[in-house]
């Protein structure tokens, strides 16, 4: 029944000739072995210029490779790989089958790690796998790496560029986003201006063409240095609500200053940065309490509910006549912040407006975010940039992983 277990161990290595097992054992402390070795003699290609040669020997300390588990206990491969002397190339030495340079795992281990890392947060799989998380965080950004060196840009078109926090927000990154494919293209460190050059610099280097950039979606920080002067730039909906919501931050600061009462503002000032659609009847009365209670504070409350009424218009031109209203009620507000925001807004209101024009876009780019979002979580276990980046490359950007096929 189990004579062909020997044939099951080697596919699963991607063992041939001249490769072979030879010794298999299962250890009392709950762990199997398995030695592979060269037969002596056996005829191999020259690593560096193809030519055929003969094993002359091997390395002289065994080496140690965690493979995928057998039966629920873990595997481990032990081998002493062969060396062979070229007459032209002197003495070379062969690599494993089942191996990828500097990794004590093998490319099975390796690719089923990164099958499971798609769908599960990093602590937990390292649980299931029984590794730690830094072994799968070296795995990941491999894999990762790999695959977004490889990626060009010549066919980039429309770009969408966002930030987003991690380490409990105490650190961002700017994660650029191909909007026509739907995919993250680009992870940098921080969210300056820095961050948006380095891209810059990395879409030229792969034959990116900023020429052909139609269209960019981004906050206004980023938009003051224009990635291409032909592209049709849109300030992001997040971004101008984050304006406006600053600005009734302040006023309802300034007027908590004002007034005796202060605790009760105090509290209440967080109510009113929750999205209108997420609050709950009884947060909905306090709003309204509040605004009551606390004029200014009110006032700048309506306007920024009168920011979603203009986000909700359809066409263009109804958009347009939303924003003038809208920008005119902010001028005239008496209350310095939204005077100065509305400044802000005039400034970018055609990239503003855009946004109207690339609807779809900024769907896309909303999807993304809650993919990112979804990285962010399975990346707990990480505290470094490495970790987080490769992460989101891995759930939003659609790489072309070259590790083995676990599945066929
Ligand atoms: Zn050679």
């Known amino acids: 029944m189990f004579n062909n277990i020997n044939k099951l161990l080697e596919s699963s290595l991607q063992l041939e000739e001249p490769w072979k097992i030879t010794h298999a054992e299962f250890k009392e402390e709950g762990a199997?072995?398995?030695?592979?070795?060269?037969?002596?003699?056996?005829?191999?290609?020259?690593?560096?210029?193809?030519?055929?040669?003969?094993?002359y020997g091997h390395e002289p300390n065994e080496r140690v490779w965690r493979h995928a588990d057998i039966c629920f206990f873990p595997c481990y491969i032990h081998c002493k790989r062969p060396r062979v002397m070229c007459p032209h190339c002197g003495v070379k030495q062969m690599d494993a089958p089942f191996e990828r340079?500097?990794?004590?795992?093998?490319?099975?281990?390796e690719s089923y790690a990164m099958l499971i890392l798609t769908d599960m947060p990093i602590e937990r799989e390292a649980k299931i796998l029984r590794c730690d998380d830094k072994s799968l965080t070296s795995i990941l950004h491999y894999w990762v790496n790999d695959a977004v060196e490889k990626r060009q840009f010549n066919d980039v078109t429309t770009l969408a560029i966002d930030e987003t926090s991690f380490k409990k927000g105490h650190q961002y990154v700017t994660v650029v986003i191909d909007s026509e494919k739907r995919s993250v293209i680009d992870v940098e460190p921080g969210k300056d201006k820095s961050a948006v050059e380095n891209f810059a610099n990395k879409f030229t280097e792969k034959n990116g063409d900023k020429n052909n950039i139609t269209s960019v979606t981004c906050d206004m920080s980023k938009s003051l240095f224009s990635i291409s002067q032909h592209a049709d730039l849109t300030i992001d909906k997040f971004h101008v609500k984050q304006i406006v919501l600053n600005a009734l931050d302040e006023v309802s600061k300034a007027e908590q200053k004002e007034n005796e009462n202060k605790l009760v503002l105090f509290r209440g000032r967080r109510l009113f940065m929750i999205p209108e659609k997420k609050l709950t009847a009884a947060q909905i009365a306090s709003t309204n309490a509040l605004s009551k209670a606390y004029p200014k504070t009110g006032r700048a409350y309506r306007i920024v509910s009168s920011l979603n009424l203009f986000y909700a218009c359809e066409a263009n031109e109804t958009a347009e006549i939303a924003f003038n209203k809208l920008h005119s009620w902010m001028r005239r507000s008496r209350l310095e912040p939204m005077k100065t925001a509305a400044q802000t807004l005039k400034i970018h209101k055609h990239n503003i407006l855009n946004y109207f024009k690339n609807r779809l876009t900024n769907a896309i780019c909303e999807d993304i975010n809650s993919m990112i979002q979804a990285a962010k979580r399975k990346a707990r276990g990480f505290q470094a940039f490495l970790g987080f980046s490769s992460m989101i490359y891995l759930v939003a950007g659609k790489l072309q992983l070259n590790c083995t096929p676990i599945f066929r």
């Open 101 to 109: 340079k500097n990794s004590h795992f093998t490319l099975q281990f």
């Open 32 to 55: 199997a072995h398995i030695t592979v070795d060269v037969k002596k003699g056996a005829q191999f290609v020259c690593p560096e210029c193809g030519g055929e040669i003969k094993r």
